[in-house]
Structures are given as C-alpha cells and as structure tokens.
Nanobody, 123 residues
Framework: QLLLVESGGGLVQPGGSLRLSCAAS????????MGWFRQAPGKEREFVAY????????YYADSVKGRFTISRDNVKNTVLLQMNSLKPEDTAVYYC????????????????WGQGTQVTVSS
C-alpha cells in the first residue's frame, strides 16, 4: 500500500517555474516506478514523466521535454517535478502516481494516485 500526497502547485506567469513534490508513505517506495500525469479541464489525463525505481531512467512527454525534470529521493520517499519555462498550455491538475514493475506511459497502468495539485500558468 502506498499513500501519495502532492504539493507545490499554484499560479505562475508564463516563463516562470514551479517545483512539485510528491510525498509517499510506505516502506516499499523504492520498489515503485513513479510518474507524473496532468489533466486539463475537458481533457483526458495525460502522461508527463516517469522515473524508474533507482532513479537512473527517466522519460518525458514531448510537450515537456527540456523544460521539466523528474527526480526522486528513496531515503526521503519523495519524487519531484521541476517545471521551468512554463506555458499557459501547462495549466492542469498534476497527479503523482506509482506502479510496480516496468515503467508505463498509460495512466490506466498506475496503481496508486495522489489527490492532485493545481498548476495555473497565466499572466
């Protein structure tokens, strides 16, 4: 069992930065692949990034590649999403998710989810 709690969302101007954090409870955090997803109003939840259990492998959606960075700390049981050069189209609720096994891009394949944190990019 894994409980995930996101934080760090807010309102930011275009070109600005935010860092999202996901705190996980559970002694087996290091065995999970961690992902970030986002959902804008009226749209399906979409993949943003994932990081494997050891942190040595990451993957990003084309829309955020070069601007977002995912990282994890298996001692502190946290996963971070550093978001730079934010655009209005990045506005969404951002979710942290976890799954056992190999990394996946589909939100259907993640077992545990946080409650989400709102990110709004607007001037």
């Amino acid at each position: 069992q894994l409980l995930l709690v996101e934080s760090g969302g807010g309102l930011v101007q275009p070109g600005g930065s935010l860092r999202l954090s996901c705190a996980a409870s559970g002694r087996t955090f290091s065995s999970y692949v961690m992902g970030w997803f986002r959902q804008a109003p009226g749209k399906e939840r979409e993949f943003v990034a994932y990081i494997n259990w050891a942190g040595g492998s990451t993957y990003y959606a084309d829309s955020v590649k070069g601007r977002f960075t995912i990282s994890r700390d298996n001692v502190k049981n946290t996963v971070l999403l550093q978001m730079n050069s934010l655009k209005p189209e990045d506005t969404a609720v951002y979710y942290c998710a976890a799954r056992r096994g190999s990394p996946r891009l589909s939100f259907h394949e993640y077992e545990y989810w946080g409650q989400g944190t709102q990110v709004t990019v607007s001037s």
